[in-house]
């Protein structure tokens, strides 16, 4: 069976001006403003919900079916994911587009001037289940992508019966008060941060236990304070993994999906697949970029048995010899 991903796979161009952007704005001519930076670094690192999810996820030891948009420059983002144990079966290239790109430059105080170009992931309304095998399909994540899509990947799995994580963070405010409703109440479970939480509260006018009654399990991260996950037995709370330096904290969110669903997937208790989630967020924690952490199923459990003193991680271990597909 398979844990099917849908999300958007960008780009992220970061670049860094040595500078002060505040120096070469004049605000008495603001009305004409026309700045260029000499950037004297650029990085382009890959990234998109969908993308770092399912390179999470092969991290952990899955085959992940990975369904996305994506434009002209990515066969080589493609072949990094194919290399690295996703099925990349539900990628669709289309040649006139460009990948959705992030483009940042970031100054010397850190302030930020940022573009970010949908491209390709405004497309992602023509990936269907129903053309993934969707009756091999264990679990789906519906991760930030276009809107749209987003909308009609909940209604998909409603139709087809196949169960659902509902993620839709970055996009809340794009989604309508009853599309969210929509989405929760078919999914099995919500996954938001705190800061979403309140947004989706906000603007379905729904309280924590109407939103809980909606669908079995939600889960709230809160950054360093770690996660809850509230279940209809009540409210576990799972602390989060010192990390041992701190590179860059974009993907966490991301990579504690992969370790959550993994979790869930081998059929473990709600808090041993939060435990996995903080690890697995914290190895992103630990370098620059969202894919660009490594680690061995082993060294994962090994670590994971270290940090909470519980041998979960090696029963996971064991079962995970026969889950790893073959070929
Ligand atoms: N500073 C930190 N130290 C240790 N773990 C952290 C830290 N920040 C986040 N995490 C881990 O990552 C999980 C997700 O973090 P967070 O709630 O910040 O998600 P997010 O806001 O969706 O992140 P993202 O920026 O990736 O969208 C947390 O529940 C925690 O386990
Ligand atoms: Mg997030």
Redesign the pocket.
């Known amino acids: 069976m398979t844990i099917a991903v849908t999300g958007s796979m960008a780009y992220d161009y970061i670049m860094s001006f040595p500078g002060r952007f505040v120096d070469h704005i004049l605000p008495d001519q603001i009305e004409i403003l026309s700045v260029s930076f000499l950037v004297d670094s650029m990085r382009r690192e890959r990234g998109g919900c969908g993308g770092n999810i399912a390179y999470n996820l092969a991290l952990l030891g899955q085959h992940p079916l990975l369904m996305a948009t994506v434009g002209q420059d990515a066969p080589e983002y493609v072949a990094w994911l194919r290399d690295n144990g996703v099925d990349t079966s539900g990628v669709l290239q289309l040649a006139d587009e460009f990948t959705a790109s992030f483009f940042v430059s970031t100054d010397r105080d850190n302030n930020q001037i940022a573009s970010f170009y949908t491209g390709a992931m405004a497309k992602a309304g023509r990936l269907s289940f129903n053309d993934n095998r969707p009756e091999t399909i264990e679990i789906a994540i519906i991760s930030p992508n276009d809107p749209g899509a987003m909308v009609k990947y909940a209604r998909e799995c409603q139709e087809l019966d196949i169960p659902y994580i509902y993620d839709p963070?970055?996009q809340i405010p794009r989604l309508t008060p009853s599309e969210l409703v929509e989405g929760i109440r078919g999914a099995n479970i919500l996954i938001?941060?705190?800061?979403?939480f309140g947004m989706i509260k906000k603007q379905t006018g729904l309280s924590t236990s109407q939103i809980q009654e909606l669908t079995e399990v939600v889960v709230v991260?809160?950054?360093?304070?770690?996660?809850a996950v509230h279940t209809s037995e009540g409210v576990l709370e799972?602390?989060?993994?010192?990390?041992r330096r701190?590179a860059d904290?974009?993907?966490?969110?991301?990579?504690?999906r992969a370790g959550f669903i993994t979790g869930m997937c081998r059929g473990l208790p709600w808090l041993a697949a939060g435990r996995m989630?903080?690890l697995a967020?914290?190895y992103?924690?630990e370098e620059h970029g969202?894919q660009r952490h490594r680690y061995t199923l082993d060294s994962f459990c090994q670590r994971y048995y270290e940090t909470f003193d519980d041998e979960t991680a090696f029963e996971l271990l064991h079962s995970a010899v026969s889950l790893v597909p073959e070929g």
Do not use: K, M
């Open positions: 963070s970055q938001v941060n705190d800061y979403e991260t809160q950054g360093e304070r770690g996660s799972i602390p989060s993994v010192p990390p701190v904290p974009t993907g966490v969110g991301d990579a504690y989630g903080s967020a914290t992103v924690l969202t």
